[in-house]
């Protein structure tokens, strides 16, 4: 199950639960406005070559003259679930602190939209973004990309595709809980059969809807699974957070233990008991507030 709801989460169920209740209000534009605090636009970007139009949600602090940071967030799902409003609430309470806009991505989604449709939707966001910065009020040399589960694991992807690419010069990547390699093999991974939103049977589901067969062979791209790079040299610093009861766990920290080791920056954060998603499920508790305290200090000591 996902979710904890009552469908069974299979590649033959993701229509169903795609129209079952969100436990999570989707936010309104009132909500994203924060009475006030934040324009919201939304504009179409071309999407990749022989591609739909990509649509772009745009918060920007309201009434500030001067060009300001942005975060250019990928909501997570699985890559299945989720749109441009996913996750969004928390990357604007720190927009709203630290004077930032956040543009947010409404990518194609698997299983009908397989890799490399997904990252290179939000590839395309992300450079037309930093192409038309002015007209957005944004700094285009202070750029983060970032999202949490799948849309963690996207944004490490982009910061792959914009090196390789000599693509947009992004200063920092923001990966919570990112959902990084496709064989599912990890003790974490493993640990959690059975147990959590977020298990080793869903976490299988996810890939497979994603890559198809090609799925734990040897032919799968960087650019889908971001373990799979075998150069992480060259990246924008990464703060990498995940709590030690989830799937994700060890590739993570491996992630992370791989970007020191090709001589890069990154803030690893291993919260302890912390479940797949706890700082949206449980927004009050003090771990929850711990983690989202450190995001929002990392973002802070980037952006000075």
């Not at 373990?227 to 040299?233: E, F, T, V």
């Not at 970007?259 to 803030?267: F, T």
């Amino acid at each position: 199950m996902m979710g904890g709801g009552p469908v069974e989460f299979t590649l033959a169920t993701i229509p169903a639960i795609r129209q079952a209740p969100s436990p999570f209000p989707v936010p309104t534009l009132d909500d994203l406005r924060r009475g006030g605090a934040f324009e919201v636009t939304s504009v179409q970007a071309p999407g990749p070559a022989g591609a739909p139009d990509i649509s772009l949600l745009i918060c920007r602090p309201a009434g500030v003259t001067v060009a300001v940071p942005a975060l250019y967030h990928i909501h997570g799902g699985g890559m299945m679930l989720g749109d441009n409003r996913t996750g969004v609430p928390g990357m604007l309470n720190h927009a709203q602190r630290l004077q930032m806009a956040v543009v947010s991505v409404e990518y194609r989604l698997a299983p009908e939209t397989p890799h490399p449709g997904p990252v290179e939707d939000c590839y395309a966001g992300l450079a037309w973004t930093v192409a038309h910065a002015a007209e957005l009020g944004i700094d285009p040399a202070r750029v983060i990309v970032g999202g949490g589960s799948a849309g963690g694991g996207l944004s490490a992807a982009v910061a792959l595709l914009a090196r390789d690419r000599g693509g947009p010069a992004l200063i920092g990547q923001l990966l919570m809980c990112p959902m990084l390699d496709d064989r599912n093999e990890t003790p974490s991974s493993w640990q959690m059969t059975g147990l959590g939103v977020w298990d080793h049977a869903a976490n299988e589901v996810g890939w497979t809807a994603l890559l198809g067969d090609a799925r734990g062979g040897p032919d799968v791209s960087p650019y889908a699974a971001p373990a799979r790079a075998a150069d992480l040299s060259g990246l924008p610093p990464a703060f990498i957070d995940v709590g030690s009861a989830e799937t994700f766990r060890d590739e993570d920290v491996a992630y992370a233990t791989r970007i020191w080791r090709a001589g890069g920056s990154a803030e690893l954060h291993v919260w302890p008991g912390g479940f797949h998603g706890f700082t949206v499920a449980a927004p009050d508790a003090a771990l929850s507030r711990a983690a989202v305290a450190a995001q929002l200090s990392w973002l802070s000591r980037l952006l000075v």
